[in-house]
C-alpha cells in the first residue's frame, strides 16, 4: 500500500527519533523492510558459509543484476556489481592501458577520490590529465563548451584524448551535470565516456539504453534504498574486452597469454568472461549485493514508484531551497540570468545547493577571523578569514549534530561558505522551514564560539 511522501513515511524507516535525516546524498539509507532482508540474508551466511557464499550469493547476484540492468534499460550481461562508485570508477580506469601522449579531461567539480585517483593513474602511467576549469553556477551550455575547448587544446598539444570522467549529479556542490550532452559529444569525438553517476540510479531517471555511454557507475546504496556498499557498473558488450581484471585481481582474471599467466578459474559457460570476472572477488559482506529486489518493491509499492519519487526528490529539493536561501537572505546556487519562469537545469535534481551569509575573505587583512560586515542594502552577513573555515565548518558539524540532532554539509566554494540540502520521501517542506531556524541560530552564535581570540 502506498504510503504519502513526508512525515509518513519515516515509520518505515530506522532514524532515531531525535534525529532529522538532512544529508541522505552522502551516505543514503535504507528501510525496515530491506534491513529484515539484509538480515535474513547475513544469518543464511552465517548459517552455512559453504552454500551461502557458494551458491545463493552467487544466484542472489544475478538475480539483482537483472532487476538493475531492467532499470537501466540494458542488458544483464552489460551489469555487474561492486562496492561503490569510486571503485567502478578505478576499475575502468586501471584496466585501460594507456600509452605515451595519451590523456584523459576530467572536470573542476569531479569527487575528491576519482580526482586522486587520477592523480595516482600519472604517477604509475604515461596518462597525463587535463581540466575542464569554471565556477559554479555555470550553465550546462557553457559547460559543454568548455569540455570541447579542452579537448581541441589538447589535441593541438598533440596529445590523444582518450577518455572523459564526468558526473550525473555533482556532489558538492549539489548540481545536475550534462552529462547527456557530454556523452554525446563524447561519442561524436571519439573519446570514451566514463559517467561517474554515484548519486544517479535512483535518484533521477536514467536510460543507458538510450544514452549509451562508455562506461557507467552508481551508487545503489545512496538514493535507491540498498545498503551499503553497493554499486552497479554498467559496461556495454563493445567494451567488455577493455576489462580484464577487478580491483584487487581476483579469480575472474582474464591473463592476457595463456603462457606466462596461471590458468583462469573456470567458468560453467554460463555466463560471459566479463560477467564471471565480477562474480568472485575477495571475501567479503556481499549480503547488501542480494538486497536489490527488496529495495526496488518498497519503493514500488511503498513510493508508487519510480517515476513518482523521482518527481518527489526534484520538486521537494527546489522548495526547500528556497526556503531556507530565503529565510537566511542570501540565494540558491543556479545559472546566472534566469528570466523569469525559465527553469534552472543545475537544479532538476534532489539536490540543492544554498550561500550562507559567511563570506570568505583575504588572510592578509586585519581584524579578528570571523568578523561582521554590514552590506550594502543594511544587512549583515559574516566575514571569515581562509585559515579559519576548516574550524567554522567543524563548528558547524558538532552543533547540529550534538545539540539540534541533525546534519547538513558546511563547505567552501568560491568566496563563500554554502550549505548543501537532500531531499526524500520522508521529507516535507516544514522541515527545511524548520532547518532554516536552526540555520539563523548558528549563524548567530558562530562568531562568539568559534572567532575569538581566545577560541584560536
Given amino acids: 500500500m502506498t504510503t504519502p511522501f513526508g512525515a509518513p513515511m519515516r515509520a518505515h524507516f530506522l532514524f532515531d527519533p531525535n ?12 528501510p525496515r523492510t530491506v534491513q529484515s532482508t539484509l538480515h535474513s540474508l547475513q544469518n543464511a551466511a552465517e548459517a552455512r558459509p559453504d552454500a551461502f557464499i557458494r551458491i545463493t550469493r552467487g544466484k542472489g547476484i544475478d538475480e539483482s543484476r537483472l532487476a538493475v540492468s531492467k532499470l537501466l534499460n540494458v542488458p544483464v550481461n552489460e551489469c555487474v556489481l561492486v562496492k561503490n562508485a569510486t571503485t567502478g570508477v578505478s576499475t575502468v580506469l586501471r584496466n585501460l592501458i594507456f600509452q605515451p601522449n595519451d590523456a584523459l579531461i576530467y572536470f573542476d567539480t569531479t569527487y575528491g577520490a576519482v580526482e586522486h585517483g587520477l592523480v595516482s593513474l600519472t604517477e604509475s602511467t604515461p596518462l597525463q590529465t587535463r581540466k575542464v576549469e569554471y565556477q559554479l553556477p555555470i550553465s550546462h551550455d557553457e559547460l559543454v563548451t568548455r569540455f570541447r575547448d579542452v579537448v581541441t587544446k589538447t589535441r593541438n598539444e598533440g596529445l590523444t584524448v582518450r577518455v572523459a570522467v564526468f558526473d550525473t549529479i555533482v556532489s558538492m556542490p549539489g548540481v545536475r551535470f550534462p552529462f547527456e550532452t557530454l556523452t554525446e559529444v563524447c561519442r561524436g569525438e571519439g573519446i570514451l565516456s566514463l559517467i561517474d553517476g554515484a548519486h544517479g540510479i535512483g535518484h533521477i531517471p536514467l536510460d543507458l539504453g538510450a544514452l ?156 579578528h577571523a570571523i568578523t561582521t560586515v554590514r552590506d550594502e542594502k543594511g544587512g549583515t552577513y559574516l566575514s571569515v578569514k581562509p585559515a579559519v573555515v576548516p574550524a567554522v565548518s567543524l563548528w558547524f558539524r558538532d552543533t547540529l549534530i550534538e545539540e539540534y540532532g541533525t546534519f547538513v554539509p558546511v563547505f567552501q566554494y568560491g568566496g563563500w561558505l554554502w550549505t548543501r540540502l537532500s531531499a526524500q520521501v520522508y521529507l516535507e517542506e516544514s522541515d527545511f522551514e524548520w532547518l532554516a531556524g536552526v540555520l539563523k541560530e548558528c549563524l548567530a552564535r558562530v562568531e562568539g564560539e568559534v572567532g575569538s581570540p581566545a577560541k584560536l
Fill in 19 to 30: 534525529f532529522k535525516n538532512l544529508n541522505h546524498g552522502s551516505y543514503g539509507t535504507y
Fill in 212 to 367: 549509451r555511454p562508455d562506461f557507467f557507475t552508481s551508487n545503489l546504496h545512496k538514493w535507491l534504498f540498498v545498503p551499503r556498499g553497493c554499486a552497479v557498473l554498467y559496461v556495454p558488450l563493445r567494451n567488455q574486452h577493455l576489462l580484464r581484471t577487478t580491483l584487487p585481481t581476483s579469480w575472474g582474471f582474464i591473463p592476457r597469454s595463456a603462457e606466462t599467466s596461471p590458468a583462469p578459474a573456470k567458468n560453467d559457460g554460463s555466463k560471459s568472461a566479463f560477467e564471471y570476472l565480477f562474480e568472485y572477488t575477495p571475501t567479503t559482506d556481499d549480503t547488501p549485493f542480494l538486497c536489490v529486489r527488496s529495495a526496488l518493491k518498497f519503493r514500488a509499492e511503498v513510493c508508487g514508484g519510480e517515476d513518482r519519487i523521482h518527481a518527489y526528490l526534484e520538486k521537494l529539493a527546489r522548495s526547500a531551497a528556497d526556503i531556507v536561501a530565503r529565510a537566511l537572505g542570501t540565494e540558491v546556487m543556479q545559472e546566472p540570468g534566469l528570466k523569469e519562469g525559465e527553469a534552472s537545469q543545475l537544479r532538476r535534481c534532489g539536490l540543492a545547493t544554498v550561500r550562507l551569509p559567511i563570506a570568505v575573505t583575504s588572510d592578509s587583512e586585519s581584524g
